[in-house]
């Protein structure tokens, strides 16, 4: 549903001023590939942040505790 409401904002987008949606259209690419690095570090911090709960809460679940 996401893919076909972009598309139809981009045909409006280009219906009401064509020189901005080419822009953006070939823009697209290239800011996808900018944030590529900053997605890698995200996924990063996520699983070092996932590791430091795991060991923080390592000694709670060798002794048994469930939460509720």
Known sequence: MKPLVLFIGWC??????????????FLAPIVWLISIPFRIVGITFEAVFALLKALLFLPARVFGYRSH
């Open 12 to 25: 409006i987008l280009f219906v009401l001023c064509w020189p901005v949606a080419l822009i953006a259209l």
